[in-house]
C-alpha cells in the first residue's frame, strides 16, 4: 500500500483524494517531530507557571475571561468538545470526513497548535485503520473554522461519538459503532485531551477544506468531460468546428479558452460527419456550440484559481491561538475564519453551474429536427415514441436546481456566540452547495453523452473524428441505440460509469 507523508509543508490536492478513497496511508514525517514536541513544551511550561493564556487555560469564545484551574483543564478540554458536537442533517460521507481528518493531522504536523505528538498519531491511526467518524453536514457557520463538525471527529478521539468500521459491506447498519467500540476493535486508545488540545482539534478549516478539494479534483475531470460531451454533440448536430480556430483564441488569450478549443479541434479531427457536410448552408450555430471555448475556458480558469486557494490552505495552520516558542510568544488570531476557502468554493459553484447550463441548451438542440434535421426527440417515429424527450426535462431541471445552489453562501453572515463571533463565513455550506451542484453536472454530462450518442447512431455510416469516434465505440459497446422507448435509467448509469474512463 503506498503511504503518503505528512509534514504540514507539502501536501498536494491528489493526495488528499488518494487517502480518502483508501487508496493510500499516512504517516507522520520524522522531521515533524522535534518542532511538535518543542511547541507542546512550551505549552506545559506555562500551565506550570500559571499564565493566563486563551485557549490553554481559559473559556473559550465569549468566556474567554474566565480563568481554568490547572485541575479543571483537562475536563474543560472534554467538555469543550461535548458541547461543541451538535450537528443535524445527513452525514458526511467517508471520503469526505477522511480527507478532513488527513488535513488535521497535516496542519498540527506543523509544529504551532502546541498538541502532544500523540494525538497527531491518532488521527492518522483513524486514517489508517479504517475508523471513520459519523459527521453531521450541518451545524457550521465557517466562523471559528468547522467548530461542529470537527468537533465530532474529536469525540471519537476520545471514546466518545460514533463511527463507521470497515468490513466488505457497505450497507451494513452494524458498521456504524460508538467511538469507543471503534477504536477497541481498531486497537486505538482512546485519549484524554490536556490543556490546548481541544480547542487545536475543532478550531479550523478542514471539513470546508477537505470537501472542497475533492469537489474541486471532480470538477476538473467534469471540464474534460464537458469538452468530449460537447465535442460528440457538434458531431450530432453537424456543429462546425470553424469557431474553435486557434488563430481565434489567441486574439482573446484566456488560458482556459485555448486549452478547450484545442480539446475540441482534437477530438473533432478527421470526421468524416463534418467532411461530408461541409458545404452544409448553415453559417453559424447556436452558442451552446459557437461559444464552447470561452464557457468551458472561462471554468477552467476558475478551477486554476480555486485550486491555488486550497493549495495554499490545505498546509496552513488555522486554529487559534497559535504558538511560537522560539519567540516566546502566542497569538490569538483568526486564522481560522473560513472567508479565503467560501468564496473560493462559491466561485467553483458558479462555474460548475455553467457547464450544465450550456450542455443542457446543447441536448435541447438536439431535441430540434429545426437546427440538427434529426428525428424529433433523437427517435424514429416520433409520437408513438418519445424518445429522449424527458432526458432533456431531467437536465432542465438540475440545471434550475443548480441555479439556486449557486448563490453564494459567503454573502451571508450572522452573529454567534453573544456577538464574539460576528462576522462568519458560511464555508462549509458554500462546500456543500458546490459538491451538490458538481453532481448535477456530472448527471447533465451523463444525458448529453447519450443524447450525442443517440445523434451520430442516425449520421452512419459517416464516422465521427479521431477522439469523438472513440467516445463514440466506448458508449456503443455498454448502450445499444434507442429504435424505441425504453427505460432509460440503466443506460444512464452505464455512461457515468464510463465517464470515469474516458
Not at 474534460?224 to 489567441?250: I, N, R
Amino acid at each position: 500500500m503506498k503511504y503518503i507523508t505528512i509534514d504540514g509543508e507539502n501536501l498536494k490536492l491528489e493526495q488528499i483524494e488518494e487517502v480518502a478513497y483508501g487508496k493510500a496511508l499516512v504517516k507522520l514525517s520524522q522531521k515533524a517531530i522535534p518542532k511538535i514536541n518543542r511547541c507542546r513544551k512550551y505549552v506545559e511550561e506555562i500551565v506550570k507557571k500559571g499564565e493566563t493564556v486563551y485557549g490553554i487555560n481559559t473559556g473559550f469564545g465569549k468566556l474567554c475571561r474566565v480563568k481554568i484551574s490547572p485541575a479543571e483543564i483537562e475536563k474543560l478540554q472534554k467538555n469543550l468538545i461535548l458541547s461543541h458536537a451538535i450537528g443535524v442533517g445527513p452525514v458526511f460521507c467517508e471520503e469526505e470526513v477522511r480527507a478532513a481528518v488527513l488535513l488535521q493531522a497535516n496542519v498540527l504536523a506543523k509544529g504551532y497548535s502546541g498538541v502532544r505528538l500523540e494525538v497527531i498519531e491518532n488521527l492518522i491511526r483513524l486514517v489508517n485503520s479504517g475508523v471513520t467518524p459519523m459527521v453531521p453536514e450541518k451545524g457550521s457557520v465557517g466562523a471559528s473554522g468547522d467548530l461542529a463538525p470537527l468537533s465530532f471527529i474529536a469525540l471519537v478521539l476520545i471514546g466518545e461519538g460514533w463511527a463507521f468500521y470497515p468490513n466488505l459491506d457497505p450497507w451494513d447498519k452494524k458498521r456504524l459503532l460508538s467511538g469507543k467500540q471503534a477504536l477497541k476493535k481498531a486497537g486505538i486508545k482512546p485519549l484524554k485531551l490536556s490543556a490546548k488540545e481541544g480547542i487545536a482539534l475543532i478550531n479550523g478549516t478542514e471539513m470546508m477544506t477537505g470537501l472542497g478539494v475533492l469537489t474541486l479534483l471532480k470538477g476538473e475531470r467534469l471540464a474534460e468531460l464537458s469538452d468530449m460531451a460537447g465535442a460528440l454533440s457538434c458531431e450530432a448536430a453537424l456543429a462546425t468546428p470553424v469557431a474553435f480556430d486557434e488563430d481565434l483564441q489567441k486574439l482573446r488569450g484566456h488560458k482556459g479558452q485555448k486549452i478547450s478549443a484545442f480539446n475540441l479541434v482534437q477530438l473533432m479531427k478527421n470526421s468524416q460527419i463534418r467532411e461530408f457536410h461541409k458545404a452544409c448552408p448553415k453559417v453559424q450555430d447556436p452558442y451552446s456550440f459557437r461559444c464552447m471555448p470561452q464557457v468551458h475556458g472561462a471554468v477552467r480558469d476558475v478551477l486554476s484559481y480555486v485550486r491555488s486557494v486550497l493549495e495554499i490552505e490545505v498546509n496552513s495552520v488555522t486554529d487559534n491561538p497559535l504558538i511560537f516558542p522560539e519567540k516566546n510568544k502566542i497569538i490569538s488570531g483568526g486564522n481560522f475564519h473560513g472567508e479565503p476557502v467560501a468564496l473560493a468554493l462559491d466561485f467553483l459553484g458558479i462555474a460548475l453551474a455553467e457547464l450544465a447550463s450550456i450542455s443542457e441548451r446543447r441536448i435541447a438542440a438536439m431535441m430540434d429536427p429545426n437546427i440538427t434535421e434529426l428525428p424529433a426527440f433523437l427517435i424514429s417515429n416520433p409520437g408513438i415514441n418519445s424518445g429522449l424527450m424527458m432526458a432533456q426535462t431531467t437536465a432542465a431541471a438540475l440545471v434550475s436546481e443548480n441555479k439556486v445552489l449557486a448563490h453564494p453562501a459567503s454573502v451571508d453572515s450572522i452573529p454567534t456566540s453573544l456577538n464574539q463571533e460576528d462576522h462568519v463565513s458560511m464555508g462549509t455550506i458554500s462546500s456543500r452547495k458546490a459538491r451538490e451542484i458538481a453532481n448535477n453536472v456530472e448527471e447533465v454530462l451523463a444525458i448529453e453523452f447519450l443524447c450525442a450518442y443517440q445523434g451520430v447512431c442516425f449520421r452512419a455510416p459517416l464516422k465521427p473524428g479521431i477522439g469523438t469516434n472513440k467516445i463514440f465505440n466506448r458508449i456503443k459497446q455498454r448502450v445499444k441505440e434507442i429504435k424505441e422507448d425504453r427505460i432509460l435509467v440503466g443506460d444512464l448509469v452505464k455512461i457515468k460509469e464510463l465517464m470515469s474512463d474516458f
